[in-house]
């Protein structure tokens, strides 16, 4: 069973469309990490929340922690091939170093 | 900077063989960790390493062993290699505790698989 449920698991979706992935838990995290991962690459952070309620824009996507710090979602406004990738949430359970990583949503984007 | 590099890129071995993968990193960060990333599971702390000298098992340590003798270097070892094994393992760097605020700096990887 994951600590981190990732939903969904596998999205394609046409260019221009809007999505958006969550990341739920029963626990509570310190903090929320979002990562993205190409093909034969390690993940690469997008954004950490901290704050309950927190939220967070980097272009196109916009980051949310809930309230009681337990889940989180990410959204994408006008996807583009670009944003094709495997996206990672990760819960950190203690101060920040220890990570609990969701199974990941594999996100493809046509043209 | 290199960042953190891995070496192997890929490696196939036979089952009870050992190996070591190697993992540096040149960026003076205290804390590096070893995952494994298996297909619909995420990514798994197998060990970690706050300091030069100091390690600890993370989610899954059973049948690897670490050391970290310098703050750069951080080998992960097979000791004798089973199927189950087989997996894409990830080294990471991050600054020293402290902030929650951490950024894990991720390698390239390295894909195992054991006949």
């Known amino acids: 069973t994951q600590l981190l449920e990732q939903s969904p698991q596998f999205l394609s979706i046409q260019e221009g469309e809007n999505l958006t992935v969550y990341c739920n838990s029963s626990?509570?995290?310190?903090?929320l990490q979002w990562y993205r991962q190409e093909p034969g690459e390690g993940p690469v952070l997008l954004v950490t929340?901290?704050?309950?309620?927190e939220v967070k824009k980097l272009k196109r996507l916009t980051f949310q922690f809930g309230d009681a710090r337990k889940d989180s979602s990410l959204h994408i406004t006008a996807a583009q091939p670009g944003d094709t990738g495997l996206y990672l949430c990760?819960?950190?359970?203690?101060?920040?170093?220890?990570?609990?990583f969701g199974a990941g949503t594999i996100l493809r984007v046509k043209s | 900077n290199a960042g953190v590099t891995q070496t192997p890129k890929f490696q196939v071995l036979k089952t009870g063989q050992s190996m070591t993968l190697q993992c540096a990193q040149d960026?003076?960060?205290?804390?590096m960790s070893w995952y494994r990333q298996d297909p619909g599971m995420g990514l798994r702390l197998i060990h970690y390493?706050?300091?030069?000298?100091?390690?600890d098992q993370g989610e899954v340590p059973n049948g690897y062993n670490v050391s970290r003798s310098t703050t750069e270097d951080f080998p992960l070892r097979l000791l004798s290699a089973a199927p189950s094994q087989t997996s894409v393992y990830f080294c990471?760097?991050?600054?020293?505790?402290?902030?929650?605020?951490?950024?894990?700096?991720f390698g390239p990887g390295t894909r195992l698989t054991v006949l």
């Open positions: 960026m003076n960060h205290e804390y």
């Open positions: 990760a819960g950190a359970m203690e101060y920040g170093n220890k990570l609990v």
């Open positions: 929340v901290v704050t309950g309620g």
């Open positions: 626990s509570v995290f310190s903090s």
């Open positions: 990471a760097s991050s600054q020293d505790g402290g902030t929650v605020y951490n950024e894990q700096f």
């Open positions: 390493s706050v300091g030069a000298g100091i390690t």
